[in-house]
């Protein structure tokens, strides 16, 4: 790797770290509040590619793992994987790597207009950072908390509006960088 790469995931591991520590917004019927870590996850994809997006979620998974409190509420240690939210973390790592080459494989099509650009962005964003995080961390949450697949699908069927409404504004935000090639 450069280190133009190395830099760009030291600095996206931060963002989802600044990220997390944005208050989470508390949501009806269920103890889990909504936060911002699907957000850092599509833009890093969207922005960085499968390989550097994925290791960016890597890299901040880890440092939650090795005890640094970078997930939202302070929480750290190999105690995380021991909860019902375990699934969606560990998802978010190929959810990056698919968001990326997904958002590689629109960028590399012929130019279309901005609005399809951003439909086909968003289209990444959430097969990558809801489909994929969604599908390992449902049936974690179903096992630890001892309950069916139908019902721990319910359960997080109350954050799919918060995170399509993230896929979308990952998409624009990260066509509106792409245009100016800063990355």
């Known amino acids: 790797m450069k280190t133009k790469d190395i830099v760009l995931v030291a600095l996206f591991a931060a963002l989802l770290v600044v990220l997390g520590l944005i208050p989470p917004i508390p949501m009806p019927l269920v103890p889990v509040p909504l936060t911002l870590q699907t957000f850092g996850l599509m833009l890093a994809g969207l922005l960085?590619?499968?390989v550097r997006g994925g290791l960016v979620l890597l890299l901040y998974v880890a440092l939650a793992l090795l005890g640094l409190p970078v997930l939202p509420g302070g929480r750290a240690g190999l105690a995380?994987?021991?909860g019902?939210?375990?699934?969606?973390?560990l998802g978010m790592i190929p959810g990056a790597a698919l968001t990326g080459w997904v958002a590689g494989t629109v960028s590399a099509m012929p130019k279309t207009t901005a609005l399809r650009d951003t439909l086909r962005c968003t289209l990444a964003a959430v097969?990558?950072?809801i489909v994929v995080v969604y599908s390992l961390g449902i049936p974690w949450l179903a096992f630890v908390a001892n309950m069916t697949l139908a019902k721990a699908s319910l359960a997080v069927l109350v954050f799919?509006?918060?995170d399509l409404l993230k896929a979308v504004v990952a998409a624009v935000v990260a066509q509106r960088i792409r245009r100016v090639n800063i990355i």
């Open 48 to 50: 960085l590619g499968p």
């Open 80 to 82: 995380v994987l021991a």
């Open 84 to 89: 019902p939210t375990a699934g969606f973390l």
């Open 127 to 129: 097969l990558g950072g």
């Open 160 to 162: 799919l509006p918060g």
